[in-house]
């Protein structure tokens, strides 16, 4: 949910700088919708080499660091008052990470980053919130010793839904350094949900830059991260915020911090913030009283400023009123502002007071804040910041200025001795000026530094003070003569083995050479700037990771001052587990002589691959990524290795899985044995018998004559030679062929006699007028069979008869033909146009009259089409009455009458009259 990634100088060693690095992480701990993630145990600090020079260029990383979590709370809203029922609807966490690094001296500086995925899913301000990750920045400087601004205050703040706030964003830098801050759209980098904790060696190395940013959701912005009808601003020298929020929800905002120095911006870090408006009922914040509303002050050195800061409640609640600020602080500004906490019921005053002396005059100000809090439901506070302007002071001040020796005391001849001048008002850029017996030494810094020195030499320095209130700004040392012993001074040198790099856990033996340094001298071996080791010129050494940062220092038993040698610094490399996959223009099986590609690629190598091709175990001596062999040999292994010049390989060498080469069998291609005869029109499938060659690009060809098929299965027209070819593009084309003769086949014809039989004459004759042919096998449709060439049969009864003939000629091949007899069924009937159903035995039914064989049915319409009668079985007729038994009226009738029969007729429709 936000956070910020800060650091402190913690001294110099020579060749290098410590720094206390401060990560402060906020987690969203609410698990009531879904499981969320704990914090972790340690998390990774990325430390990139800056390149002013190619500012587009990636950042190319210099070490990884561990920040290890060593405290964690839970952030709560105030409740206020003890009668307060007021409780927060959000569950946040907050963890503290800290790691103490080295970094090695260097002309362009470190960026510092820290990366993690996800954020919150519940952000309204950002598009997909549950996938974006936060990246924690900040910088550390060239040349000169710098700690980040340092904050205190919250960063995931509770707000009541429309209610206005104001926030302090309570920065302070260690080194008064002025402070510029800005909104901007927070970090989002390079983690995600499938690498929500990049390496940065292995992920993010190079680091491209710009770092990615979020994403805001449609309608929100850097400078409306609030929402429709939501306000916030910020005051760039002070950080002071104010916030109004409109709408219940989180949001994500971000405040930059630009750190400038005489002018000139020298570092940067950022506040990834996230704020919670939540229903609760607004509390009147403070207000600062009318009396005490100046918040700019100008006063000279030497001049006494006091002045009353007072704020009242509108609720009347009580109020507690505490103050901080570096001029408040005696480390900093001396002597400091004094403002005393205070206590009041609905208001609340304390009053500022500060005399600045003489030299502390500046054209940045000096500020402190003031924060109000009530003790209403939920708590409120306001805070203001107060600005201080000194100006010069009359001159009335002299400075002075005296010379130390280190080491103190006696100093053996030949030893290296640094004299500092100690000044008083120097101002922020004095001038030194060395003499060594009068003649001039040095190199104008405060520090002079030499191991040419003999017995008796006088050393002076001159301090010229651009400090104010000066009465003269020249001040001369008193002489500091040298007392040197004629006994030679020790000298120390320290090497290592190994001497290039070191790798994690790798024991580093340092030996130490003494030249002048006694029979027992003692040695003191000194380990990322803490005493370490034995008494010993040998030491060993070893660290996880980080720096080895190694010096000795010798007192000799010649009663000369202890020497310090050389100092060597490591940067440990983390290991790396290459990886290498080989792939292969073709696999596993080739055509004899068929050159094939292979290609390398290799990973987590740490510095450019170099490759190594092998052959049946044996090295070609080859070294690119890419190759090409010609002649591979049926079962040569083929495979590769990677190594690089990186020293933390583990393994040193990878092999790729190897790939296995078969070279194909001969193609082999037969065609079915032949000769074949076949009838005419007869389909023929030739079995095309393939061995060997390339099977996954067999290509098939079929031919004959001037024609070409695809298909093995085919109906040959003429007597010919049929070809097949197949290729394999391995070994060529393979041929085969067969001789394939197609016979004759007689051609099938009859007919019958009379043309149209039926049911009067079921006699029926059969007349074969085939050709080419020697039998006649007929089938005449009702199971009757005969071998007759000209049959002659007579049927039972009329209706359909399917009538075969197979022909078959001299050389066996046969011919079929199939007619579809229709024997006729004829009914002879007649049906009356009237009847008189009254019962005197005459003309009492309608039906129908005649010989029907399977009867037949009947249905009877009335004039409206209404059914009045309907058979039932086969041969029923129609009394006059209608379905219901009823007599129906005299008049006319249709019918609809079908013939049952097994030939189907078609139906019969007319009209009767009855008459009564």
Same mark, same amino acid.
């Given at each position: 949910?936000?956070?910020? %990634?800060?650091?402190?100088?913690?001294?110099?060693?020579?060749?290098?700088?410590?720094?206390?690095?401060?990560?402060?992480?906020?987690?969203?701990?609410?698990?009531?919708?879904?499981?969320?993630?704990?914090?972790?145990?340690?998390?990774?600090?990325?430390?990139?080499?800056?390149? *002013?020079?190619?500012?587009?260029?990636?950042?190319?990383?210099?070490?990884?660091?561990? %920040?290890?979590?060593?405290?964690?709370?839970?952030?709560?809203?105030?409740?206020?008052?003890?009668?307060?029922?007021? #409780?927060?609807?959000?569950?946040?966490?907050?963890?503290?990470?800290?790691?103490?690094?080295?970094?090695?001296?260097?002309?362009?500086?470190?960026?510092?980053?820290?990366?993690?995925?996800?954020?919150?899913?519940?952000?309204?301000?950002?598009?997909?919130?549950?996938?974006?990750?936060?990246?924690?920045?900040?910088?550390?400087?060239?040349?000169?010793?710098?700690?980040?601004?340092?904050?205190?205050?919250?960063?995931?703040?509770?707000?009541?839904?429309?209610?206005?706030?104001?926030?302090?964003?309570?920065?302070?830098?260690?080194?008064?350094?002025?402070?510029?801050?800005?909104?901007?759209?927070?970090?989002?980098?390079?983690?995600?949900?499938?690498?929500?904790?990049?390496?940065?060696?292995?992920?993010?190395?190079?680091?491209?830059?710009?770092?990615?940013?979020?994403?805001?959701?449609?309608?929100?912005?850097?400078?409306?991260?609030?929402?429709?009808?939501?306000?916030?601003?910020?005051?760039?020298?002070?950080?002071?915020?104010?916030?109004?929020?409109?709408?219940?929800?989180?949001?994500?905002?971000?405040?930059?911090?630009?750190?400038?120095?005489?002018?000139?911006?020298?570092?940067?870090?950022?506040?990834?913030?996230?704020?919670?408006?939540?229903?609760?009922?607004?509390?009147?914040?403070?207000?600062?009283?009318?009396?005490?509303?100046?918040?700019?002050?100008?006063?000279?050195?030497?001049?006494?400023?006091?002045?009353?800061?007072?704020?009242?409640?509108?609720?009347?609640?009580?109020?507690?009123?505490?103050?901080?600020? &570096?001029?408040? @602080?005696?480390?900093?500004?001396?002597? *400091?502002?004094?403002?005393?906490?205070?206590?009041?019921?609905?208001?609340?005053?304390?009053?500022?007071?500060?005399?600045?002396?003489?030299?502390?005059?500046?054209?940045?100000?000096?500020?402190?804040?003031?924060?109000?809090?009530?003790?209403?439901?939920?708590?409120?506070?306001?805070?203001?910041?107060?600005?201080?302007?000194?100006?010069?002071?009359?001159?009335?001040?002299?400075?002075?200025?005296?010379?130390?020796?280190?080491?103190?005391?006696?100093?053996?001849?030949?030893?290296?001795?640094?004299?500092?001048?100690?000044?008083?008002?120097?101002?922020?850029?004095?001038?030194?000026?060395?003499?060594?017996?009068?003649?001039?030494?040095?190199?104008?810094?405060?520090?002079?530094?030499?191991?040419?020195?003999?017995?008796?030499?006088?050393?002076?320095?001159?301090?010229?003070?651009?400090?104010?209130?000066?009465?003269?700004?020249?001040?001369?040392?008193?002489?500091?003569?040298?007392?040197?012993?004629?006994?030679?001074?020790?000298?120390?040198?320290?090497?290592?083995?190994?001497?290039?790099?070191?790798?994690?856990?790798?024991?580093? %033996?340092?030996?130490?050479?003494?030249?002048?340094?006694?029979?027992?001298?003692?040695?003191?071996?000194?380990?990322?700037?803490?005493?370490?080791?034995?008494?010993?010129?040998?030491?060993?050494?070893?660290?996880?990771?980080?720096?080895?940062?190694?010096?000795?220092? +010798?007192?000799?038993?010649?009663?000369?001052?202890?020497?310090?040698?050389?100092?060597?610094?490591?940067?440990?490399?983390?290991?790396?587990?290459?990886?290498?996959?080989?792939?292969?223009? +073709?696999?596993?099986?080739?055509?004899?002589?068929?050159?094939?590609?292979?290609?390398?690629?290799?990973?987590?190598?740490?510095?450019?691959?170099?490759?190594?091709?092998? &052959?049946?175990?044996?090295?070609?001596?080859?070294?690119?990524?890419?190759?090409?062999?010609?002649?591979?040999?049926?079962?040569?292994?083929?495979?590769?290795?990677?190594?690089?010049?990186?020293?933390?390989?583990?393994?040193?060498?990878?092999?790729?899985?190897?790939?296995?080469?078969?070279?194909?069998?001969?193609?082999?291609?037969?065609?079915?044995?032949?000769?074949?005869?076949?009838?005419?029109?007869?389909?023929?499938?030739?079995?095309?018998?393939?061995?060997?060659?390339?099977?996954?690009?067999?290509?098939?060809?079929?031919?004959?004559? @001037?024609?070409?098929?695809?298909?093995?299965?085919?109906?040959?027209?003429?007597?010919?030679?049929?070809?097949?070819?197949?290729?394999?593009?391995?070994?060529?084309?393979?041929?085969?062929?067969?001789?394939?003769?197609? %016979?004759?086949?007689?051609?099938?014809?009859?007919?019958?006699?009379?043309?149209?039989?039926?049911?009067?004459?079921?006699?029926?004759?059969?007349?074969?007028?085939?050709?080419?042919?020697?039998?006649?096998?007929?089938?005449?449709?009702?199971?009757?069979?005969?071998?007759?060439?000209?049959?002659?049969?007579?049927?039972?009864?009329?209706?359909?008869?399917?009538?075969?003939?197979?022909?078959?000629?001299?050389?066996?091949?046969?011919?079929?033909?199939?007619? #579809?007899?229709?024997?006729?069924?004829?009914?002879?009937?007649?049906?009356?146009?009237?009847?008189?159903?009254?019962?005197?035995?005459?003309?009492?039914?309608?039906?129908?009259?005649?010989?029907?064989?399977?009867?037949?049915?009947?249905?009877?319409?009335?004039?409206?089409?209404?059914?009045?009668?309907?058979?039932?079985?086969?041969?029923?007729?129609?009394?006059?009455?209608?379905?219901?038994?009823?007599?129906?009226?005299?008049?006319?009738?249709?019918?609809?009458?079908?013939?049952?029969?097994?030939?189907?007729?078609?139906?019969?429709?007319?009209?009767?009259?009855?008459?009564?």
């Amino acid at each position: 949910m936000g956070g910020e %990634l800060t650091y402190q100088y913690d001294g110099a060693i020579t060749g290098g700088a410590f720094y206390n690095v401060k990560l402060i992480v906020y987690r969203y701990c609410d698990s009531t919708i879904a499981p969320t993630a704990p914090l972790d145990a340690s998390m990774f600090l990325g430390v990139y080499v800056n390149d *002013p020079a190619n500012l587009a260029n990636p950042l190319v990383w210099y070490a990884t660091e561990t %920040l290890t979590l060593i405290s964690s709370d839970f952030v709560v809203s105030a409740p206020g008052n003890s009668a307060c029922t007021f #409780e927060s609807s959000a569950c946040i966490e907050r963890g503290e990470y800290y790691a103490s690094i080295l970094v090695p001296d260097n002309v362009d500086g470190y960026h510092l980053f820290v990366e993690r995925c996800c954020r919150n899913g519940n952000i309204v301000n950002l598009n997909t919130p549950g996938a974006a990750g936060m990246t924690f920045y900040t910088f550390i400087p060239p040349g000169i010793q710098n700690s980040s601004p340092q904050i205190t205050d919250i960063s995931v703040p509770y707000m009541c839904l429309g209610d206005t706030v104001s926030l302090i964003n309570n920065a302070f830098d260690p080194d008064g350094d002025s402070l510029v801050y800005s909104f901007v759209v927070p970090f989002n980098g390079y983690s995600s949900s499938a690498m929500p904790i990049p390496d940065p060696f292995i992920d993010n190395n190079p680091y491209s830059t710009p770092i990615p940013q979020i994403i805001y959701a449609s309608g929100y912005s850097v400078v409306n991260f609030l929402g429709v009808g939501s306000y916030a601003s910020i005051d760039p020298f002070t950080g002071l915020t104010k916030y109004y929020f409109p709408n219940q929800g989180f949001y994500v905002a971000a405040i930059e911090i630009k750190e400038f120095r005489n002018g000139i911006q020298i570092s940067s870090s950022r506040r990834d913030l996230q704020f919670i408006a939540i229903v609760c009922t607004p509390n009147e914040v403070p207000v600062l009283a009318a009396a005490g509303a100046a918040t700019v002050f100008t006063v000279g050195e030497g001049q006494s400023l006091c002045f009353p800061v007072s704020f009242s409640d509108p609720d009347g609640d009580s109020l507690h009123l505490v103050a901080s600020g &570096l001029v408040l @602080n005696s480390a900093v500004v001396n002597p *400091p502002g004094v403002i005393p906490d205070a206590v009041g019921d609905s208001t609340v005053s304390s009053t500022f007071c500060w005399t600045p002396s003489c030299g502390t005059s500046r054209p940045a100000p000096y500020q402190f804040s003031v924060t109000a809090t009530d003790n209403g439901c939920p708590q409120k506070s306001t805070s203001m910041i107060y600005s201080i302007y000194v100006t010069a002071g009359p001159a009335s001040l002299t400075p002075s200025v005296s010379i130390a020796q280190t080491p103190p005391g006696i100093i053996c001849l030949g030893s290296q001795i640094t004299f500092t001048a100690i000044a008083v008002l120097p101002g922020n850029a004095p001038q030194y000026l060395w003499k060594v017996n009068g003649l001039p030494a040095g190199n104008g810094t405060e520090v002079f530094t030499s191991s040419t020195l003999v017995n008796g030499d006088v050393i002076t320095v001159k301090l010229i003070s651009n400090a104010t209130c000066l009465l003269n700004d020249t001040a001369i040392s008193p002489p500091f003569v040298v007392v040197i012993n004629p006994q030679p001074a020790p000298q120390v040198t320290i090497t290592s083995n190994p001497s290039g790099n070191l790798c994690p856990q790798q024991i580093c %033996l340092f030996t130490a050479s003494v030249v002048n340094a006694g029979a027992n001298p003692v040695y003191q071996w000194n380990i990322n700037g803490s005493n370490a080791g034995t008494n010993n010129s040998l030491f060993t050494a070893a660290n996880p990771s980080g720096f080895i940062s190694v010096y000795v220092t +010798v007192t000799p038993s010649t009663g000369c001052p202890p020497q310090q040698s050389n100092n060597i610094l490591f940067n440990i490399m983390p290991y790396l587990d290459p990886e290498i996959l080989l792939t292969a223009s +073709v696999l596993d099986s080739i055509c004899p002589g068929q050159p094939v590609q292979f290609s390398a690629a290799s990973s987590t190598t740490g510095a450019p691959p170099v490759y190594s091709w092998i &052959l049946n175990g044996v090295n070609l001596g080859i070294t690119d990524s890419i190759i090409t062999l010609n002649t591979i040999n049926e079962g040569d292994i083929v495979n590769v290795a990677v190594t690089s010049s990186y020293p933390c390989l583990s393994p040193v060498y990878t092999y790729a899985e190897p790939l296995v080469y078969h070279i194909f069998d001969s193609l082999q291609a037969n065609l079915t044995d032949g000769p074949i005869e076949l009838c005419a029109g007869q389909p023929v499938s030739l079995d095309f018998d393939v061995l060997g060659g390339n099977f996954s690009t067999y290509v098939y060809s079929w031919s004959y004559g @001037n024609s070409v098929t695809g298909n093995s299965f085919f109906v040959p027209p003429f007597s010919d030679f049929y070809y097949a070819s197949i290729n394999d593009q391995c070994f060529g084309t393979k041929n085969d062929s067969i001789y394939i003769e197609v %016979l004759p086949v007689p051609e099938t014809n009859f007919y019958w006699s009379p043309d149209n039989p039926s049911t009067f004459n079921l006699n029926v004759f059969f007349n074969d007028v085939s050709t080419g042919a020697v039998s006649w096998p007929w089938n005449l449709g009702d199971s009757t069979i005969t071998i007759e060439q000209n049959p002659e049969h007579s049927y039972l009864k009329g209706g359909l008869y399917e009538i075969q003939l197979i022909t078959t000629n001299d050389v066996g091949c046969t011919d079929t033909l199939i007619k #579809e007899l229709d024997i006729e069924s004829f009914v002879t009937a007649y049906i009356p146009n009237s009847f008189t159903p009254n019962d005197d035995g005459k003309n009492d039914v309608f039906g129908l009259i005649g010989f029907p064989a399977n009867g037949y049915s009947m249905v009877i319409y009335n004039r409206w089409g209404q059914i009045v009668f309907e058979s039932v079985g086969a041969f029923d007729t129609w009394n006059g009455k209608s379905v219901n038994g009823s007599a129906v009226p005299l008049g006319v009738y249709s019918y609809f009458i079908t013939i049952k029969n097994d030939k189907a007729q078609k139906p019969i429709t007319g009209t009767v009259s009855l008459i009564r």
